[in-house]
């Protein structure tokens, strides 16, 4: 199936997705190139736990790249590695419509 949002994933992020503490610290996924748009615009979020905090960027891409987005995982947009504080992935269901994920960052 296409992607009929594709035309709008005018930008590229890489992402290591994160899987967790061990031994040495913070591990994650090796890097991935992941086809995106992303807004610059700063905004108040509430992390995981609840807590609000301001991120500096929202992320949004093809469905099929959603799953390497955790909260925790590392982004890169214009060479700055930020941290994902919130993912979803967005499915239209019966409304057939195109599908996505939306990350907000640091």
Same mark, same amino acid.
């Given at each position: 199936?296409?992607?009929?949002?594709?035309?709008?994933?005018?930008?590229?992020?890489?992402?290591?997705?994160?899987?967790?503490? *061990? =031994?040495?610290?913070?591990?994650?996924?090796?890097?991935?190139?992941?086809?995106?748009? /992303? &807004?610059?615009?700063?905004?108040? %979020?509430?992390?995981?736990?609840?807590?609000?905090?301001?991120?500096?960027?929202?992320?949004? *891409? =093809?469905?099929?790249?959603?799953?390497?987005?955790?909260?925790?995982?590392?982004?890169? /947009? &214009?060479?700055?590695?930020?941290? %994902?504080?919130?993912?979803?992935?967005?499915?239209?269901?019966?409304?057939?419509?195109?599908?996505?994920?939306?990350?907000?960052?640091?």
């Amino acid at each position: 199936m296409a992607d009929e949002l594709a035309e709008f994933w005018m930008h590229t992020t890489t992402v290591k997705t994160y899987e967790g503490t *061990g =031994p040495f610290g913070e591990t994650y996924a090796d890097p991935a190139d992941v086809p995106c748009f /992303i &807004d610059s615009t700063r905004k108040l %979020v509430r992390d995981p736990t609840g807590r609000e905090v301001v991120s500096e960027a929202t992320i949004q *891409g =093809p469905i099929t790249h959603g799953a390497k987005f955790t909260p925790e995982s590392l982004t890169t /947009i &214009d060479g700055r590695e930020r941290t %994902v504080i919130t993912a979803a992935n967005h499915y239209s269901g019966a409304l057939d419509l195109p599908d996505h994920f939306e990350v907000t960052t640091t």
